[in-house]
Each structure stands twice: as structure tokens, then as C-alpha cells.
């Protein structure tokens, strides 16, 4: 039989990788709760209209990529390809739009079915914030400072540019939309084919389309700064008066629209250029229709998301696995000893491994090579004499003490409390 092969588009999560994702995980948790965004969870399926209608029935998400079934009771289900419009319906499921606002991370595997590629996986994390329950401008720059300083303090800032736009209310957007489709109609048959369908579904997304044909063509059509309401203007001016007071820098990118239709006003990504063309390490914005079309009342809102597996490809970091103790057994009738030994050790705390291939010299290298500081040899003698060897694996040095008084000398050891660690 062939070897088992996980399915296209998945990947496990071995150690190395894990710990990657769990520093990225906490560094986030962290600088989210600074700012007081509170840890939550929602299912990882829900009924499909969660996600159709909020995100957009021709986004690319929801036209080509969810993972949709019928479970066995008939119930057209989605695995979720995003957090936002779990958390704004868990919001409205447990009766929280009295109680605004209210400010949310969440962080876990997220579905969607891509051609995978570096950095564009079917099963991907993201980690997200939510700022649910208002329509200050400000709200707008305090996500944006989360992100910025949750990259930042993973050190991957560096390497990503912040582009801004304002996608207006309602009102801006109709009027632009009308202006880009009357421009873009003029060169219909010279757009990608993808393009020509979202001419007449989407035309804003035409806007960041990477296909050369139309890049070309967009280059000189209508822009939306030029459409946007006065009220729409102020909030932008008020958001980026706020970041630049606070000296988070930005760039006005006015073909930035996002791929999902909840957005309104603003729209913001981290880009980098080190990850070639799946660039995007963060995106979000502001989406004040969402909570309506979940049958919520009309509250503002604004949140990010960020790639787990994008960020980790940025940093070198993972904390390799080390323990402090190893358990030498040098006679296999004193095995159960060994053992209980060990067991006692990692009852209080120490990291503790029996290394299990042959011979004493064998033992001791593998204590070693997996970091052991400190590795307690035990054997028929030391049994006999209530005993045990101590080796210092850093300095090489070794004595006998009491098995009574292993715990003790460990502790001490690993407390560094000792002048010399063989001074008692
Ligand atoms: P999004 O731009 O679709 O936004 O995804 C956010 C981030 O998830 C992307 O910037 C990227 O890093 C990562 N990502 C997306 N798709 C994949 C994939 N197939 N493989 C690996 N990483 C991927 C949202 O999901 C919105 N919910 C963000 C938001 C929150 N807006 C407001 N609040």
C-alpha cells in the first residue's frame, strides 16, 4: 500500500512548527490584551449564510472556496474560511448588543479551497482582533495600532509596508462604482477573463487585479479618494491625523479594496515583499454593515486578521525542545527505580527523560545531545547503598549523594543557589 499523504493544501504542525505558531499565538494574545481585546472562540463550522451573504455570494471566498456540506440532519454547514463574521454572529447569539462595545481575539484554523502555494494554504490560522460597537474613527486606529505593534514586537515589522484606503460609506461607493464600471466598460474585452466577470458582480475587485492586461487598464481609471462624501473624508482624515500623531506610518493605496464585500470606509494590509506574491501578512478594516446582515442591529465595527502560517515563514524563531534531567539506568533490574525516580522528578517540576538505548556511554551522550543539565545515574550498587551518581553534563563533573537527597540537589541546582554546585 502507498504511504498515507495528507490532503493538498494542509500541513502538519510537527514541533518545530508548532512552536512557531505558539510564539506567534501568544504574542499576539498578549499585545491584543493590552488593548483590550478579550480571548474567544467560535465554532469552526457554521450554517452556510454566516458566510455567504456578509462576505459576498461572487467574493472569490464564498464563490469558489468554502468547504460546504450538508450534514446528516439536511443543514447546509460551512467550515469557517474567516473569523469576522463568526464573532459578529456569536456576538448576536449571546444577546451581547446591549452591552457595547465589545472587543475581541481569536486565533485557529481557518478553510479555504485555494491553489496552495508558498504562504497560500486550504487549512491556514489566522490569529484576529474584533473592536464590535462603534463608529469612532479612533476604534479604526487602535486595531491599526494592535497590528502594528503585535508585528512589530515579533519583530517582523521591519520587512511589511501599511496600505491604507478609505473605501467610504455606501453612498461614495455607489457613485464610484458607477464612474469605474462606465471607465472599465470602454476596454471590456481587453480585461482578464476573470475580470470581465466581475465587471458586472464586482468591480471593485477589478481594482487589484494581478493580471498584466489589466493593470494596465486601471492604471489611468477613476479613483476613489475623488468619490468619497464628506463625512467619508473625515473619517479617514481622522483616522490618519491619529496615526500619524501616534508616528505609525502608512501608504495611501487607493487600489486597496480587499477581497471580501463587508468592508466600508477603511480597509488596511501589511504587506511585505519577502514572501513573493502572497505578500499580505495582515488585513482588515472596518465593516459596519456586517452585524444587519446577520440579522443584528446597525453597530459599527472594525477588526484584523493575520496569517499564522505567513508570519512564521518571516521569522527564524522556535524554541527548540530541552530537558533538564536525564534518568541514566545502568542495570535493567533496577528499571522500576529508575523509573519511580523520574517520575518524582517530573512531579516537581523538571523536565526529565530515561534515555532508552543501550550501554551507560550511550545513555549519557543522548543526555547530552538533548540538553540535559544534569543526569542522575542509577544501578545495582547505587540501589544497595541507597545512593546515586551526579553528573554535571556542562563541566563533566561527578559524585555520589544520598538518593534522599536528589530533589533537594536538583532544586538547588536549577536554582543556581549553589557557589559551586558540589558545595553543599
Ligand atoms: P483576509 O485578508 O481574507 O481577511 O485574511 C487575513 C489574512 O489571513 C491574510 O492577510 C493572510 O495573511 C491570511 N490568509 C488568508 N488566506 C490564506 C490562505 N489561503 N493561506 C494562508 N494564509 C491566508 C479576513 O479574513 C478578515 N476576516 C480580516 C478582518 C478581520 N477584517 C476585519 N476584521
Known sequence: MKPMQPVRGTADL?????SQMNIILQKAST?????????????????????????????DVVAKETYSFQDRGGSSLTLRPEGTASVMR???SNGLTQSLPQKFYYGGPMFRYERPQKGRMRQFHQIGCEYIGSFNPLADAEVIGCATQFLSELGVFDTCILHLNSLGDAESRDDYRASLVAFLSNYKNELSIDSQRRL???????LDSKADEDREIIKDAPRLPAFLTTQAKHHFEQLTNALDKAGINWQLDTNLV??????SHTAF?????????????LGGGRYDGLSAMLGGPDMG???????????????????????DIAVVIVDDEVASDGFALAQNLRLQG??????????????????????????????????????IQVKIMTTGEQKQIGISQVISFATKFFKRELESNFSE
Not at 14 to 18: D, G, I, L, V, Y
Open 14 to 18: 510537527m514541533p518545530r512548527q508548532k
Open 31 to 59: 499585545v491584543a490584551s493590552r488593548y483590550g481585546f478579550q480571548d474567544m472562540e467560535t465554532p469552526i463550522f457554521e450554517f452556510s449564510e454566516v458566510f455567504s451573504r456578509p462576505l459576498g455570494e461572487s467574493s
Open 90 to 92: 456569536a456576538l448576536i
Open 200 to 206: 458586472n458582480e464586482n468591480p471593485l475587485r477589478i
Open 258 to 263: 480587499r477581497g471580501l464585500d463587508y468592508y
Open 269 to 281: 494590509e501589511f504587506i511585505t515583499d519577502a514572501l513573493g506574491s502572497q505578500g499580505t501578512v
Open 301 to 323: 465595527a472594525v477588526g484584523f486578521a493575520a496569517g499564522v502560517e505567513r508570519l512564521a515563514l518571516l521569522i527564524e524563531k522556535n524554541e527548540e525542545f530541552t530537558y
Open 350 to 387: 523538571f523536565k526529565t527523560d530515561i534515555p532508552m538505548v543501550p550501554q551507560v556511554g550511550k545513555k549519557l551522550k543522548r543526555a547530552s545531545l538533548i540538553g540535559c543539565e544534569l543526569s542522575f545515574i542509577i544501578g545495582k550498587n547505587e540501589i544497595k547503598s541507597d545512593t
